[in-house]
């Protein structure tokens, strides 16, 4: 963490409350793993990495504990990146499942040419063979995104913005076991079920849209779990 | 379902009214799912055959979800489309309220027990005594809360309770409607449908269900508000 990146928030949002701008921040560094589960997260480094003082890192701390992404231990002190929980896990992908195949099902009933050929090149940007992790995150969460923007429904967009964070978290464990493990043809099967669902969206098929976009959604709440077990 | 003497009175619809009822029901499921309209105009004379009556009242139900814009019109034809742009507030709304609602329910079905399974029973219970009056609203807002908070997934609640002034306003009205109008007796025992279902441990059933329920009410409250303007 660097100071820059309290400078980076503010200068898109003046405004901002500090606690709010470091909540943020660290929500990031949690959601990009680079704050692995278990963590403890220490008061004093962080507020010496952002070059700010420790109350606003105090309040961020409460707001992450309350938003469940630290946890407390009653034996030891302090706050710690909390391990992504089964039930919570479970919670969000059927969600995800909800959404996401209300989304698609609007989209192929809308059949708003512009909306498809984002959601196409969403799908195409996973194709090449790529290996490093950060791009497979961001592709494979564009496309899920893209998803829920075509729908035209700004609730549905509302709610994806609610678990937006922990979407991110759960996919990017996901590639991370997937790299690790050199697993590209897991990789690729993810690639083809994107380009299977824009391909059936293509062809007018809403139902089939959402039953494809389900069972997607369900297979990878199963491959995370068994990560979670690895973790 | 035996009526009280000191019931309000409750208008009857009369066949004429029955039948319109019936093909806007057909047309707006239709219309909301992909069956029988396969394409971007809609087809009237398919759907008469379809449904089994002349063009001219396919095509005044028509004319009311455009009225509502779950449908466009081409300016001074009876010709209509569907939706190319996307849904207007009104029916975003319901097909999140249904969405969440039917969810709920799948999930309160899953459980074993439900959560205030018990309460849920009285509730769906007291729906089929009601009188018609005030306390129906009360009654049926419980019912539908009580299951959204028993399903046990923190961010439907959260979602739902974001959305309650939305939903709370159609609910509303469709209970006037009820009220007001001798709608399919059926509705009453809905309730008791979803029950059913949940305490059965029947998910897939209890969404259905729950799904039915709250899209008929969607449709009896354009239906009925076209009758009052």
């Known amino acids: 963490m660097h100071k820059n990146q309290i400078d980076l928030y503010l200068k898109l949002n003046p405004f901002s409350q500090l606690s709010n701008v470091v909540f943020n921040i660290l929500v990031d560094e949690i959601s990009d793993l680079n704050l692995q589960p278990g963590t403890k997260l220490n008061i004093l480094q962080i507020s010496d990495d952002l070059g700010i003082s420790r109350t606003p890192v105090r309040e961020a701390l409460i707001k992450l504990y309350e938003t469940g992404f630290v946890e407390t231990f009653p034996d030891k002190a302090g706050y710690y990146v909390s391990n992504l929980e089964i039930n919570d896990i479970e919670k969000i992908y059927f969600i995800r499942a909800m959404i996401e195949s209300k989304a698609i099902f609007l989209c192929a009933k809308n059949n708003n040419i512009h909306q498809i050929n984002k959601l196409k090149e969403a799908a195409n940007d996973l194709k090449e063979p790529y290996k490093d992790l950060d791009i497979l995150t961001l592709y494979d969460y564009n496309f899920h995104k893209q998803i829920i923007i075509s729908s035209g429904n700004e609730y549905l967009f509302d709610i994806f913005n609610l678990i937006e964070k922990k979407i991110k978290r759960s996919i990017k464990i996901n590639y991370q076991f997937l790299i690790n493990n050199n697993q590209i043809n897991e990789i690729e099967k993810i690639t083809t079920d994107h380009n299977s669902i824009c391909n059936i969206i293509s062809n007018d098929m809403p139902e089939l849209a959402e039953k494809e976009i389900e069972n997607h959604i369900n297979g990878c709440l199963n491959e995370t779990l068994l990560r979670i077990g690895n973790l | ?229």
Do not use: W
Not at chain 2, 29 to 37: K, Q
Not at chain 2, 111 to 137: G, H, Q, T, W
Not at chain 2, 196 to 218: C, D, R, S
């Open chain 2, 1 to 229: 379902m035996n009526e009280k003497n000191d019931e309000p009175k409750r208008t009857e619809l009369g066949p004429k009214l029955e039948i319109s009822k019936h093909i806007f029901n057909t047309i707006f499921n239709a219309i909301s799912s992909s069956e029988h309209i396969h394409s971007n105009k809609i087809n009237i004379t398919d759907l008469s055959k379809i449904i089994g009556v002349k063009s001219k009242l396919v095509i005044d139900a028509l004319n009311i979800l455009c009225n509502y814009g779950i449908i466009e019109k081409k300016l001074n034809k009876n010709e209509f489309y569907q939706v190319t742009a996307y849904y207007n507030d009104i029916m975003q709304a319901h097909i999140m309220h249904s969405m969440l609602g039917s969810k709920a329910s799948f999930l309160c079905a899953v459980m074993n027990p439900c959560p205030n399974i018990k309460r849920i029973e009285e509730l769906a219970d007291e729906f089929n005594k009601i009188d018609y009056s005030n306390n129906i609203v009360s009654v049926d807002f419980e019912f539908h809360n009580l299951i959204i908070h028993s399903c046990g997934n923190k961010y439907i609640i959260k979602f739902y309770e974001s959305m309650s002034k939305q939903i709370e306003q159609y609910k509303f009205l469709n209970l006037e409607y009820l009220m007001k109008y001798k709608i399919d007796e059926d509705f009453t025992y809905q309730h008791n449908k979803i029950f059913n279902a949940i305490a059965l441990n029947e998910p897939k059933l209890a969404q259905v269900e729950m799904q039915k329920h709250i899209t008929q009410g969607f449709i009896d409250t354009i239906f009925f508000s076209q009758l009052d303007s």
